[in-house]
């Protein structure tokens, strides 16, 4: 049918108003655009331009190098060596899984060390590197560097990881550096951010955990230009960090070395102080640990060893060993009657091998008895029956003064964690922790160091250099090279008289005859030394094992058997060094700890080796064989300098 001219009209109209209802929308559109592109290119050039660089640009922390530490003569404890490692970055990897399987090809990794590296990479955030491999050779990290085209977001780098070049040696004592965990990060209120860095290393024991804020130093901070796949293309700017301080302790390396040398195949413990400053010059703690091991991550292997090792090498004795100082703890007795008037020490004391104290025998070691006693003998052969007299005549509450002033029961302050305080016991103690009252009995025993009475090699050290000076010494692990003035101790203002006493009984253990020591003097003029032994009971040999044929300490199992002390200082005359020694389950104080305690002390006397001549001539054809011996694991070849004419 043929349209009309109106028809026409009509539709022609329709078809102008929708154009024109298209073209506006178009032009609205355009100008909308036009005017966000101005706006873009002129208003906010700057900051999409900003923008457009941080995808460019990487800002990286710079980890500071951790501080050194020395010995007092410069011989280094605690150092870093170069650590080539290979990072990866979850934003510019993309698919994680290949490019750890392409690495892979290329170096070593293993199951583990690709479970982990997946877990930090879900664990931090996408832009912060975390190390899959480090401690790699040149070799390796040079077909990483090779094939990175082929490795977005792995990145090969070189820097620093801690190396103890002593290895056991300072282990308790430096301590180790490990990876940050999660509860390290949780005990600080406010982390550096150079600890989110993964596998950044801080102190986990000893000196390296309780310097961590010296040590650890402040980061620095890197920029780089990244290429698409984050490739790094070079380096734009670099803001160095603040190295950690250096640390020079107090100890003496090579006396260390020839401390734990000197206890090898035992439990034990040995401290030696400079009797002048409190310098402590070794702190060596038996059996020891490699410190290098926790450091690059120790297996499951070898930590399950050390836990189950009987002599629980990862304890610090030194320090954390808490025992009955038994007979050593006899000065301390002594001097409490002393200052409460109960004696001149000059009145004897008849011993016939017990005492019935409230119902109870209590025994001397010596069955049989030792007589009459005097204060000096009664040290220097340690009867037990006169000091269990004094007890009674001065009370718990003397004792435990003197045992404080002496530096008994103190938990110092020294940069170690976990340093124990002893323990002296008081009746609001017992009372406070055992719901009971004190007793009679309490006081006897605790009169020989027995009983509750608890002591830390350290503070058996401090004991005897107070002791021999008549000084409030305080033990000191760090140094300042460039000090000029040594330290000055108070004085503990104990009679003159008193502790010539004292020091009389010390010297003839060791010097007399009869003296629990005698075995264990040292001959060479100007070098003889004074000290004390003791033996404290860990297990009492029980009817049924007597009856069993169990007679003596020797029988026992070894964790059963007593632990062996001995402490002393030297030279007699003019005293420099303080030595304490503890050996677990070593039996007899005499026996075992004070042949150790002589060594140690003619080592540091000397220098080195003890001469020969330093000791009794029958005893020089076996002691020679037992330095032939040693001089074979001592790790410093200048030990061996000493003459042996």
């Excluded at 060094?577 to 005499?590: D, F, K």
């Excluded at 140690?600 to 006397?605: D, H, M, N, P």
């Amino acid at each position: 049918m043929k349209r009309t001219d109106r028809d026409k009209e009509l539709s022609h109209r329709t078809i102008t108003r929708r154009g024109l209802i298209l073209g506006g929308a178009q032009l609205a559109i355009a100008g909308t655009l036009v005017w966000r592109l101005r706006d873009m290119q002129l208003m906010q050039s700057e900051q999409f331009h900003l923008l457009a660089e941080e995808n460019r640009i990487n800002l990286r922390l710079l980890p500071p190098t951790r501080g050194l530490i020395f010995d007092r003569n410069g011989v280094l404890l605690a150092g870093n060596e170069q650590n080539y490692r290979v990072v990866i970055k979850r934003d510019d990897a993309g698919d994680i899984d290949l490019v750890l399987d392409r690495l892979s090809q290329l170096i070593h990794l293993s199951e583990d060390d690709l479970e982990r590296a997946r877990r930090d990479l879900l664990r931090h955030r996408p832009f912060v590197p975390v190390t899959v491999a480090e401690r790699l050779s040149w070799e390796e990290i040079s077909r990483v560097a090779t094939n990175a085209p082929a490795l977005p977001g792995v990145t090969p780098e070189m820097g620093l990881s801690r190396v103890y070049p002593l290895r056991e040696d300072m282990a308790h004592v430096v301590g180790y550096v490990g990876p940050v965990s999660e509860r390290d990060l949780e005990a600080l209120d406010t982390p550096d951010p150079v600890l989110m860095i993964p596998r950044f290393q801080i102190g986990k024991s000893g000196v390296e955990r309780a310097m961590e804020d010296r040590l650890r130093g402040t980061a620095g901070s890197q920029r780089v230009e990244v290429n698409a796949v984050g490739r790094v293309m070079r380096e734009l700017d670099r803001a160095e960090g603040k190295p950690g301080s250096n640390l020079h302790m107090t100890i003496d390396a090579r006396l260390q070395n020839y401390a734990l040398q000197r206890m090898q195949g035992q439990s034990g413990a040995a401290v030696v102080m400079d009797t002048a400053t409190g310098d402590i010059l070794a702190l060596a703690s038996a059996p020891s640990f490699d410190g290098n091991l926790f450091v690059r991550g120790i297996s499951s292997t070898d930590y399950n060893a050390l836990l189950e090792n009987e002599y629980r090498p990862l304890l610090n004795k030194t320090i954390q060993g808490m025992y009955p100082p038994g007979s050593t703890f006899k000065m301390v007795t002594a001097l409490a009657a002393l200052d409460a008037g109960e004696t001149d020490g000059e009145e004897r004391v008849f011993c016939p091998g017990h005492m019935d104290v409230a119902g109870n025998r209590f025994h001397c070691w010596r069955r049989g008895g030792h007589g009459r006693v005097g204060l000096v003998s009664a040290l220097s052969e340690s009867c037990d029956v006169y000091f269990y007299e004094m007890s009674q005549r001065c009370g718990i509450d003397r004792i435990n003064a003197m045992s404080e002033r002496l530096g008994l029961g103190i938990r110092y302050d020294l940069p170690i964690p976990s340093i124990a305080g002893g323990l002296n016991p008081t009746r609001d103690w017992k009372r406070r922790n055992r719901n009971a009252e004190w007793l009679v009995g309490d006081t006897v025993n605790a009169s020989i160091g027995q009983g509750f009475v608890l002591s830390t090699p350290l503070q058996l050290a401090v004991m005897t250099a107070r002791l021999a000076t008549n000084k409030a010494i305080l033990p000191r692990l760090l140094r300042d090279p460039m000090e000029q003035a040594q330290p000055q101790a108070a004085s503990l203002d104990l009679r003159p008289e008193w502790l010539r006493m004292i020091r009389r009984g010390m010297h003839e253990t060791v010097n007399h005859a009869r003296g629990t020591a005698y075995s264990s003097r040292v001959v060479a003029e100007g070098q003889e030394m004074a000290g004390k032994t003791g033996t404290s009971q860990v297990f009492s040999i029980t009817r049924a094992e007597r009856d069993a044929g169990i007679r003596q300490q020797s029988d026992l199992p070894w964790n059963r058997r007593n632990h062996a002390l001995f402490v002393n200082y030297a030279p007699v005359d003019a005293p420099r060094i303080a030595v304490a020694v503890v050996i677990e389950h070593g039996g007899g104080g005499s026996s075992a700890a004070a042949p150790i305690g002589r060594d140690i002390t003619l080592a540091a006397l000397n220098d080195g080796i003890p001469p020969l001549a330093a000791y009794p001539a029958p005893q020089r054809n076996r002691i020679r064989a037992e330095q032939i011996e040693l001089e074979e694991r001592l790790r410093d070849p200048q030990l061996l300098r000493i003459s042996r004419a």
